[in-house]
């Protein structure tokens, strides 16, 4: 497993909620489209990116002090963030 905390049932809730997040970040840059109703899901990429890491971050345990795993997850953050602000200016640009 990837995230490791000393406890089988964590370490699943944990490394599911980080590999959603890498999925979302991967589905974020793929260049969809948005047009009228197709594809608009893809502006709710972040609400759901930001549902998985408040999760992660509730079950992560208070015994962990050093975060490597921070070093991978805000970068994937920070991609879903960066392709929905350019989704939302070429939205705009199309008005």
């Known amino acids: 497993m990837l995230i490791d905390v000393q406890d089988p049932d964590l370490n699943v809730i944990l490394n599911a909620c980080f590999l959603g997040l890498a999925l979302l ?10 047009r009228r109703r197709r594809n608009r899901w893809t502006l709710w990429l972040p609400v759901a990116t930001l549902a998985l890491y408040a999760v992660y971050e509730v079950f992560m345990p208070a015994r962990m002090d050093i975060r490597l795993d921070l070093f991978l997850i805000w970068p994937l953050l920070a991609v879903v963030l960066a392709s929905w602000l350019v989704r939302i200016i070429l939205k705009r640009r199309a008005r």
Request: net charge neutral.
């Open 25 to 34: 970040a991967v589905l974020s840059l793929i260049p969809w489209p948005i």
